[in-house]
C-alpha cells in the first residue's frame, strides 16, 4: 500500500463525526494507513465498491498517486472506473485535500453548494460544467451554457457540446485549471500465503 504526503485529515466537505466506518472487512487494513487516511476516504470507498475489500485496494494507489501524474498544473480530477462503476476524485479542494464523490453518471461542477464537486473560484458560475459517463465510450465533459465557458486543451466548448476526455487534457473553468486523468482500476492481486 501506497502513504502520501499529499493527504491530510481536515477536509471539511466530508466530516463524518460519528459514523461507524468500520465494517468487519476494515479491521484487516494495516494500522499506519488509518493514521495516514482520513477516515471518510475509505467510507466513501468502501460505499462506492459494496464493502468489496479487493476492489477498495485496488483503487487506493491511483487515488493517492494521481498528482504525480500531472504534468502541466498541480490540480486535477481523476476519473476511476472499476467494473461497471464509475467515480471522481480530486484535489481541487481547501489545502489540496483529496475528496472522492459518490458513484455516479454525472457529476455537475460549479460554484453551487448542490454540485458535486464545488468550486470558489471567479468566473465560475453555479452551475457550470457536467462531467459524464458513458459506459461504452468514457468520461466526457459539456458546458452548461455559461459566460466564461468550458475550455479542453485550449478551445471552447460550445454550450452543451460533449467533449470525450483524454488523459492528460488541460481544462480551464473560469480561473481554474486542472488536468483530467483516467484510471481503469483493475482489482488488487492478492498473495495468499
Known amino acids: 500500500m501506497v502513504f502520501s504526503q499529499f ?5 471539511p466537505q466530508q466530516s463524518l463525526a460519528g459514523a461507524d466506518l468500520a465494517p468487519a472487512s476494515v479491521s484487516g487494513l494495516d494500522k499506519q494507513a488509518s493514521a495516514v ?3 471518510w476516504i475509505l467510507d466513501t470507498l468502501f460505499r462506492n465498491l459494496s464493502y468489496d475489500l479487493e476492489q477498495v485496494a485496488g483503487v487506493i494507489d491511483p487515488i493517492l498517486t494521481a498528482k504525480n501524474h500531472c504534468y502541466r498544473t498541480d490540480c486535477y480530477i481523476q476519473g476511476l472506473i472499476t467494473e461497471d462503476r464509475a467515480f471522481l476524485s480530486t484535489n481541487l479542494t481547501p489545502g489540496c485535500d483529496i475528496h472522492v464523490t459518490p458513484c ?3 457529476w455537475l461542477l460549479g460554484q453551487g ?4 464537486l ?3 473560484q471567479s468566473g465560475i458560475a453555479l452551475c457550470h460544467a457536467a462531467i459524464n459517463f458513458d459506459p461504452r465510450r468514457g468520461f466526457f465533459i459539456a458546458d452548461l451554457d455559461t459566460p466564461g465557458g468550458t475550455w479542453v486543451n485550449g478551445h471552447r466548448l460550445a454550450a452543451a457540446q460533449r467533449h470525450y476526455l483524454q488523459d492528460g487534457d488541460l481544462i480551464k473553468l473560469g480561473d481554474l485549471r486542472f488536468e483530467f486523468l483516467q484510471q481503469q482500476c483493475e482489482e488488487s ?4 500465503d
Do not use: L, V
Not at 453548494?113 to 458535486?116: F, K
Open 118 to 120: 464545488n468550486f470558489s
Open 37 to 39: 487516511s482520513p477516515p
Open 113 to 116: 453548494s448542490h454540485c458535486a
Open 189 to 192: 492481486a492478492w498473495m495468499d
Open 104 to 106: 455516479g453518471t454525472r
Open 7 to 11: 493527504f491530510s485529515a481536515g477536509s
